[in-house]
């Protein structure tokens, strides 16, 4: 009869901290949004991170939810301005 010797090993695990590779939207968006003095409208934030607008929409919806930045119109009631 046969053995298994799997249980007798035992496992050490290498520490190895990993970055993440790159930045999701709403990080990139809510860094852009946090560094403006006045806030941003979402084209501004489009210029600014190279994202496109329905993305944006997205994730300003979510950082909303997640009471991480707010709104407010401009002075001609169009355009929403974003900040924290």
Known sequence: MIKS????????????EVEPAHKTHRQRIYEAVRSSENGLTPSEIMMKTGINERRIRESVRFLALEERIKSSRCRCGHAPIYYT
């Open 5 to 16: 010797r799997i249980g007798k090993k035992k496992f050490i695990p290498s520490v190895v």
